[in-house]
């Protein structure tokens, strides 16, 4: 009885404390975009931790009884409330934890069938919502609505039958336990308990929330093209943080070495340690290293394709790292040959690190080209389908977009984003690229001259009554930028200039710092136009999510700035049109494995270009991006 009392007694103060949480995020106003590190926030933070720890504690009937019941009433909060969906634990993602979903939904709000109707719209608002703030977005300059770009039946097709393999190899299922156990095992041959699964688990780690949704992008690709249940390792538990689950009925989150403990007892645990710090271009699993060290052997004649077989077929390694950050050395560039696909096809497990856009890499491969040239026909369009599909930021990040957006944009017929980075740590605000950002915008006539100005010839029809409809968002870290343009243009822009938050500098594993970060990505997406920094992974996310062809601005290697003796060089064009949405991958593999020699990339395929702003990089782009 006493045990019985305990366990009510916890329930009850579980259900208050999160009665409470829910509460107070309910009441917070939309439109403050200070919440962010607001008392709701904290506090609601503060609630789960306590209901975790809980978890973890040596009372474990007790502390489950609370925290199950705190989910389910986290599951019906406000709409501003936390949800099981943004909750760090594995089992925030159960299907039976989830709101019912909604029956009425229409096309738009599916992305024409990339998304499934099994989620419920209030544990993750912006999955159905974020298609009625694309709908209206014009064209340029022009009145012109943007043309539709819908994801092609085979696509549609293999992501059902990835969301399958999720949910039938994901965790809490027989094929990952008996994986997990072979894994712990040592074995690297597939039994016939695992041989149906095979898994990806992709490592985030110490990079830019750009970067690092670029990465997950690239991993979600090759686990589809690959049949593996795809598992996300959180980098400061960013992803759960940040992002709504996007497979229905199970989850992406790979669990913690510590784990989470299952109601029913026994733990979550994944068995390799660290995965942030102790996997890098030097780790003896790495596919560069099995190579160098003979573990994987490959033979036959030059011009004629090659073999790669295991040195020992009976002791073939538990799993195989993928070392694909930027830098990464000719034997981990390898990954980009087909042989190694056909080896790599029989490991049970990969280990995927990468700070990269990888997908122009696999449209190069001969064994994945025909499969993807079928899921995107539009082959400049796979970031952007893949992007929507994938990415819902959880309901605090979406309430921020949506009131912000509500509160100084949507009242303006025409939206101009401006992404500005400076790579630079530490450095002051750069007039040149203050004045490369107003040459941009003028010069191709994205806002008219200010009035201040003496030459008012550049001012055409265009740019008279629409400008004043016009409003201007601007993104970066510093608020130097933003005060200049707002001086430049507050009169002639009659939807005035904007600029959510400035953070001073990039913080990395701030999970409020990247929800700022996120929300902005999102507002730029949502404009009509943008002008972005060269080489910033921030600004792509934007533009492939919005479906926008940004101008360009260039910018220095960000790897060989100049010193203040050697100033930067002047620009010959002070932006220039992306040939289309698609990101840049930035450390592409020049080798043919075929010929075994470098080869030029641009002349392998007819859609694989140069990046505008990174001379070694590669994009898609179709013949003609004019339908962007």
């Given amino acids: ?5 305990a366990v009510a007694l916890a329930a009850k103060e579980a259900a208050m404390d999160v009665e409470g949480t829910a509460r107070a995020t309910r009441q917070r106003p939309a439109t403050s975009w200070s919440s962010w590190h607001g008392g709701a926030d904290v506090e609601a933070a503060k609630r789960l931790r306590r209901l975790r720890s809980c978890a973890r504690s040596a009372v474990p009937t007790v502390c489950v009884a609370a925290t199950v019941l705190a989910v389910v009433v986290l599951c019906n909060a406000g709409a501003g409330g936390s949800s099981p969906n943004n909750m760090s634990s594995p089992s925030s993602s159960w299907s039976f934890f989830q709101d019912p979903p909604p029956s009425n939904l229409t096309a738009s709000q599916l992305l024409d069938g990339l998304l499934t109707a099994d989620f419920g719209h209030r544990s993750c608002q912006s999955r159905y919502e974020f298609s009625s703030y694309y709908a209206n977005k014009t064209n340029n300059a022009t009145s012109h609505s943007r043309p539709h770009h819908k994801p092609s039946p085979y696509l549609l097709a293999k992501l059902r039958t990835h969301e399958a393999i999720q949910r039938r190899c994901g965790q809490g299922t027989a094929p990952y336990a008996a994986a997990i156990q072979q894994l712990k095992s040592g074995n690297g041959v597939a039994s016939t308990d695992t041989e149906e699964c095979r898994y990806l688990v992709s490592i985030s780690y110490d990079r830019g929330l750009g970067n690092r949704m670029l990465a997950t992008a690239s991993a979600f690709l090759y686990a589809v093209l690959t049949g593996r249940t795809l598992l996300v390792h959180q980098y400061k538990h960013d992803v759960g943080a940040l992002f709504c689950e996007p497979f229905p009925g199970t989850t992406w989150l790979l669990p913690s070495p510590s784990g989470w403990p299952w109601p029913w007892g026994g733990s979550s645990s994944f068995p390799l340690g660290n995965l942030r710090d102790d996997y890098d271009g030097s780790s003896s699993s790495s596919l560069g290293n099995l190579l160098k060290h003979n573990v994987i052997s490959v033979s036959g004649p030059q011009g004629q394709g090659n073999n790669a077989t295991w040195a ?61 040239e079928r899921m995107f026909p539009e082959k400049d369009a796979a970031f952007h389908h893949i992007g929507r599909y994938l990415f819902h930021p959880v309901n605090d990040v979406w309430s921020a977009v949506k009131g912000y957006y509500g509160a100084n944009l949507a009242g303006a017929g025409h939206r101009v984003g401006i992404q500005i980075r400076v790579f630079q740590k530490g450095k002051a605000p750069v007039q040149r690229l203050l004045d490369q950002v107003l040459s941009c915008v003028r010069r191709e006539k994205l806002l008219p001259l200010p009035d201040h100005d003496d030459d008012q010839s550049q001012i055409t029809s265009s740019s008279s009554s629409s400008d004043k409809d016009k409003a201007v968002l601007v993104t970066s870290l510093s608020s130097w930028y933003y005060e200049r343009i707002r001086e430049e243009y507050s009169k002639v822009a009659g939807g005035g200039v904007h600029q959510p938050s400035h953070e001073g500098r990039q913080k990395s594993g701030d999970t409020t710092h990247d929800a700022r970060a996120l929300s902005e990505m999102y507002l730029l997406s949502m404009c009509d136009v943008l ?69 030029d990339l641009t002349k392998v395929l007819p859609y694989v270009r140069r990046c505008e702003d990174v001379s070694w990089g590669i994009k898609i782009a179709n013949g003609s991006s004019s339908h962007w």
């Fill in 531 to 599: 002008v972005t920094t060269g080489f910033s992974t921030f600004g792509y996310v934007a533009q492939g999510i919005g479906g926008i062809r940004p101008w360009i601005m260039p910018t220095p290697d960000p790897w060989n700035m100049p010193t203040p003796e050697k100033e930067e060089a002047p620009v010959d064009r002070p932006c220039v049109r992306a040939s289309s949405v698609e990101p840049c991958f930035h450390s592409p593999s020049y080798y043919d494995c075929k010929a075994r020699r470098d080869v």
């Fill in 312 to 372: 020992d077929s009976e002791q073939r390694p538990p799993y195989v790292y993928l070392h694909l950050e930027g830098g990464f050395d000719f034997f981990d560039k390898l990954f980009f040959c087909d042989e190694h696909q056909r080896l790599l096809h029989g490991a049970p497990w990969l280990l995927m690190k990468t700070d990269s856009y990888l997908v122009p890499g696999l449209f190069l491969l001969p064994c994945f080209r025909g499969e993807l």
């Fill in 1 to 5: 009885m006493r045990g019985q009392a």
